[in-house]
Structures are given as structure tokens and as C-alpha cells.
């Protein structure tokens, strides 16, 4: 039924409110839903200069690059889960597993709900052969993605958790 009708058919005035109010509610939450993105990729503006010199440098696959501007980031703003998340994903593809878990469990001490985080640490545990932990990091992106469970980083770890278990048949 639509809003007009419902309106029109003489409802109380209670629930011609009631139903204003929830239209209002969802629509003044779904920017904010919209716009929960806390994944390493983007920003529009970067918060330090030392964390975008370290982003070009991961976007550009220069993961030994990226360090040095991404530790100087880390002491710039220490609280910032984005930073360490980047600092375990180059560490990581630096082959530097140690490292990575310890920044990746920084962020996420940070930022529980953290999707890049873990995400990106799920796919440490495939590295590291461990797909049981790997599918813990899925089942926790089930809780922190905000479409019923759903949303890019879940969709990329349970893909690589599936080409793990095809690989290793």
C-alpha cells in the first residue's frame, strides 16, 4: 500500500505518524549505512600525508615502499585501524606473516568490526594453511558487514576460502 493511499484511507493519525516517522528514520540511516565503508581502499580525503604517500604505494603494488610512510602514519595516529590494516597487508604480501597478524590484531583491537581487517587476515590464514581460521574471519565479516551479512570483503574471503579447499582436494 502505498503512503498516499494509507493516508487517504482515513488512518488514525497515530499511524499516519507511525509510518511518517519510519519512512523518515530509514531514509535519514541509509547515507549512514551507505556510507560505512571502514575497508583500507579509499577515503576522499586522506587523514596524513604519510598515509596517502603509503596508499599510492599499495595501490601501486610497491609494498616495501609503502612502509616507511605507513609506520610514520602508525606514530602520527596510532589509534587508526585503517593504518595498521594497510601495514599487515604489506607486510603480508611482503611474505612478512608475523607482522602482518600483529598489525591486522591492531586494528581489529581498534576497530572490531573492521572488514578489511578480516578479510585481509582470513587470507593470512589461507597463506598460512590455517582455512579453519580463515572461516572464523568469514564468519565475524557475517556480523560486521551490514547487508544482512553480506558485502564485498565477505564475498572475496569466502571465494578465496573456496579456491583454498579446491586447491588442497
Not at 535519514?28 to 604517500?53: C, F, I, K, Q
Not at 557475517?142 to 579447499?165: N, Q, R, T, V
Request: hydrophobic share 35%; with cysteine; proline share 5%.
Amino acid at each position: 500500500m502505498y503512503v498516499t493511499q494509507f493516508l487517504e484511507k482515513g488512518e488514525s493519525l497515530m499511524k499516519q505518524r507511525l509510518l511518517i516517522s519510519a519512512i523518515l528514520l530509514v531514509w535519514g540511516l541509509a547515507p549512514v549505512l551507505l556510507s560505512a565503508d571502514d575497508s583500507p581502499a579509499r577515503r576522499a580525503e586522506p587523514r596524513s600525508p604519510s598515509l596517502d604517500a603509503g596508499r599510492k604505494a599499495v595501490d601501486a603494488k610497491d609494498f616495501k615502499s609503502a612502509l616507511g610512510p605507513l609506520t610514520q602514519a602508525a606514530k602520527e595516529t596510532p589509534n587508526d585501524a585503517d593504518v595498521h590494516n594497510l601495514l599487515g597487508y604489506s607486510y603480508r604480501n611482503l611474505g612478512q606473516f608475523d607482522k602482518a597478524m600483529e598489525h591486522y590484531r591492531l586494528a581489529l583491537n581498534i576497530n572490531p568490526n573492521h572488514r578489511g581487517a578480516h578479510e585481509y587476515m582470513g587470507e593470512l590464514y589461507l597463506q598460512m594453511d590455517q582455512p579453519a581460521n580463515a572461516e572464523k574471519e568469514l564468519q565475524a565479516l557475517s556480523k560486521a558487514c551490514p547487508w544482512f551479512g553480506k558485502c564485498e570483503e565477505y564475498d572475496d574471503l569466502k571465494e578465496a576460502i573456496e579456491k583454498h579447499k579446491a586447491k588442497t582436494k
